[in-house]
C-alpha cells in the first residue's frame, strides 16, 4: 500500500525528494542582511547543536557587512535551492493579491541590487525595540526550515525594523512544550513559528502549561514548513485543505507578521480522563478510522514520503470497512445553555446524544476552505462525521473533500455545529489524535472552549 500510495500520486517513488531532504543547501550570507543588535540562539539538543547553530548564523551574518555588489547568481541559486527542496510549490494562490509579495520576491532573487520594497522599508519605524523570538524545527516537513530561516525570515524581519531576534532550535515537536514553559514571555513581544503543525501546536500547549496566567494570548506567528500546513490554510483563506503552500503565500504572511497584523481566535479545549487541567489545541480531534490511521502512519516515519505515509494508512485502514462505537453527546450551538468548565456528570435535555455506528468523526474548531475573515468561528466548532455507508470510494471521496460545504446534503455524512462535546468509547477502540499526533488511550473526553482567545499574528 505505501508503494501503490506512492506510484499513484504520479511522482514515481519519491526516492530522490528522500535523498535530497539529506543533502545541505549552501546558504548565502547575502540574506542575513545586518549585524543585528541583539541575535542571539539557544537549543535544547545539546550544547555542540547550540554552538553550530550560533557559528552558523554569526558567520552568515557578519560576513554580509563585507559583500559587495556582484554576487546576484549565487544567492539565486540559493533561494531557489530552498524551493526545489520541495518546501514551497511555483505560482500564485489563484484570486489572491499578493503585489507586496511579488515585491518582496524579487528583492530577494536580487538583493545586491535593489533596495528594499517600500512595503518592508516603511514598517522599520514601528518595530523599533520589538522583542522576537524564533522556534524553529529544522526537522518539520522536508528538513528545510533553517534554510528558510536564513534566506527569508531573517533578512524580512531584519530590514522590516525587527533586530531584537533570539533563534530556538527545537530537539523535537515532543520537546517544543518544556521549551516553551522555560521562556521569560516578559521579556519579549511576540513568538514565530517556523515549522508546522506540530510546531505550532507544541507552542501552544506550553503556553498551556506556562506560569504566566495569561500566557494562551500571547502573540504567535507561523512561517509553514511542515507536511500538512493545515492551520497556515485555514487562517489564510485557502480555498482547500489540500491546497499548496506557496513560496508567495509565506512572504504575504511573513509581511503580515512585521506589520504586525493580528486576529484573535477561539482556543478548544480538551479534558481527558480524569485530568483537572484541560489541554488546549488548534487543528481538530479525529476518532475511529482516521485516528487508527495516524496510528498506523507513525510507524510509517521511517519511510520519509511525508503525507504519502498518510494516504497508505488511511488506505489501509479504509479497505477494513470496520465500524465504531462511541457514545457521543453534544451541545448544539442553538442551545442556551452555557458549557461548563469542567467534564459534566449530568447532561440536561439539550444535549444530544448518540452511539454511532460511524466510520470516521472529528472535531474541527475552525472552517476549512472559506475566506480567510470567515474561518474563525466564535468558540464553537464542527463535529464532522461520516456513518452509513459500505463504499470505500465514498469514505475515500468524502474525507478528501477540500472545504466544508462539500460535506453539506451528504447521506452518508454530516456536520454538527457544537458549542461542547463528550465523548466515551463502547468497546476495545480508544486510539485518537490530537492536531495529527497519536495520543494515550482513553475512557472520555471533554471538549469545550477557553475564556481567553489567542492572537495569532501575521
Known amino acids: 500500500l505505501v508503494f501503490a500510495a506512492c506510484l499513484s500520486s504520479g511522482k514515481g517513488l519519491g526516492l530522490r525528494t528522500h535523498l535530497n531532504r539529506q543533502r545541505t543547501v549552501l546558504v548565502s550570507p547575502r540574506f542575513a542582511p545586518q549585524q543585528p543588535s541583539s541575535l542571539s540562539t539557544s537549543s535544547s539538543t545539546s550544547t555542540s547543536s547550540s554552538t553550530s547553530l550560533s557559528t552558523s548564523l554569526?558567520?552568515?551574518?557578519?560576513?554580509?557587512?563585507?559583500?559587495?555588489?556582484?554576487?546576484?547568481?549565487?544567492?539565486?541559486r540559493c533561494l531557489r535551492g530552498v524551493r526545489a527542496h520541495g518546501i514551497f510549490a511555483e505560482g500564485t494562490s489563484k484570486g489572491a493579491v499578493m503585489s507586496d509579495a511579488k515585491a518582496l520576491k524579487s528583492w530577494l532573487d536580487n538583493k545586491d541590487d535593489r533596495e528594499p520594497p517600500v512595503c518592508l522599508s516603511s514598517l522599520r519605524g514601528r518595530n523599533d525595540g520589538r522583542r522576537v523570538i524564533v522556534i524553529i524545527n529544522p526537522t518539520s516537513g522536508s528538513r528545510s526550515g533553517m534554510d528558510v530561516l536564513r534566506q527569508m525570515v531573517l533578512p524580512i524581519l531584519q530590514y522590516g525594523g525587527i533586530d531584537n531576534i533570539t533563534v530556538m532550535e527545537t530537539s523535537s515537536r515532543f520537546s517544543v512544550p518544556k521549551q516553551i514553559t522555560e521562556i521569560n514571555l516578559d521579556g519579549l513581544d511576540d513568538i514565530l513559528v517556523v515549522g508546522g503543525d506540530g510546531t505550532l501546536c507544541g507552542v501552544f500547549l506550553?503556553?498551556?502549561?506556562?506560569?504566566?496566567?495569561?500566557?494562551?494570548?500571547?502573540?504567535?506567528?507561523?512561517?509553514?514548513?511542515?507536511?500538512?500546513?493545515?492551520?497556515?490554510?485555514?487562517?489564510?483563506?485557502?480555498p482547500s485543505v489540500h491546497s499548496k503552500v506557496r513560496e508567495l503565500d509565506v512572504l504575504e504572511a511573513l509581511l503580515r507578521f512585521v506589520k504586525g497584523d493580528t486576529t484573535k481566535v477561539s482556543v478548544?479545549?480538551?479534558?481527558?480522563?480524569?485530568?483537572?487541567?484541560?489541554?488546549?489545541?488548534?487543528?481538530?480531534?479525529?476518532?475511529?478510522?482516521?485516528?487508527?490511521?495516524?496510528?498506523?502512519?507513525?510507524?510509517?516515519?521511517?519511510?520519509?514520503?511525508r503525507k504519502r505515509r498518510y494516504y497508505a494508512a488511511i488506505?489501509?485502514?479504509?479497505?477494513?470497512?470496520?465500524?465504531?462505537?462511541?457514545?457521543?453527546?453534544?451541545?448544539?450551538?442553538?442551545?442556551?445553555?452555557?458549557?461548563?468548565?469542567e467534564q459534566p456528570k449530568t447532561f440536561s435535555d439539550e444535549w444530544v446524544t448518540e452511539t454511532g455506528p460511524y466510520k470516521w468523526f472529528g472535531f474541527s474548531p475552525n472552517s476549512f476552505g472559506v475566506p480567510r475573515q470567515d474561518a474563525i468561528n466564535e468558540n464553537w466548532?464542527?463535529?464532522?462525521?461520516?456513518?452509513?455507508?459500505?463504499?470505500?470510494?465514498?469514505?475515500?471521496?468524502?474525507?478528501?473533500?477540500?472545504?466544508?460545504?462539500?460535506?453539506?446534503?451528504?447521506?452518508?455524512?454530516?456536520?454538527?455545529?457544537?458549542?461542547?462535546?463528550?465523548?466515551?468509547?463502547?468497546?476495545?477502540?480508544?486510539?485518537?489524535?490530537?492536531?495529527?499526533?497519536?495520543?494515550?488511550?482513553?475512557?472520555?473526553?471533554?471538549?469545550?472552549?477557553?475564556?481567553?482567545?489567542?492572537?495569532?499574528?501575521?
Open 268 to 305: 478548544p479545549l480538551v479534558q481527558a480522563n480524569n485530568n483537572k487541567k484541560p489541554t488546549p489545541f488548534l487543528c481538530g480531534l479525529s476518532f475511529a478510522l482516521l485516528a487508527a490511521a495516524f496510528k498506523t502512519s507513525e510507524g510509517l516515519r521511517w519511510t520519509g514520503f
Open 381 to 458: 466548532g464542527y463535529l464532522m462525521i461520516i456513518e452509513n455507508t459500505r463504499s470505500p470510494l465514498t469514505i475515500i471521496q468524502t474525507i478528501l473533500k477540500p472545504s466544508l460545504k462539500d460535506w453539506e446534503n451528504k447521506k452518508y455524512a454530516r456536520l454538527e455545529k457544537v458549542k461542547a462535546l463528550m465523548i466515551q468509547p463502547l468497546g476495545s477502540d480508544k486510539d485518537w489524535n490530537m492536531d495529527g499526533e497519536k495520543m494515550p488511550d482513553f475512557e472520555k473526553l471533554y471538549v469545550t472552549f477557553a475564556r481567553k482567545k489567542a492572537t495569532f499574528i501575521g
Open 206 to 238: 506550553g503556553l498551556g502549561e506556562h506560569e504566566r496566567e495569561d500566557a494562551l494570548t500571547f502573540p504567535v506567528g507561523l512561517v509553514p514548513c511542515g507536511s500538512h500546513n493545515h492551520m497556515f490554510k485555514v487562517m489564510s483563506g485557502f
Open 315 to 341: 488506505l489501509y485502514q479504509i479497505s477494513r470497512m470496520k465500524d465504531y462505537r462511541y457514545v457521543v453527546r453534544y451541545l448544539p450551538v442553538t442551545s442556551s445553555e452555557e458549557p461548563p468548565r
Open 58 to 76: 554569526s558567520t552568515s551574518l557578519s560576513t554580509s557587512l563585507s559583500l559587495r555588489r556582484g554576487a546576484h547568481s549565487s544567492s539565486s
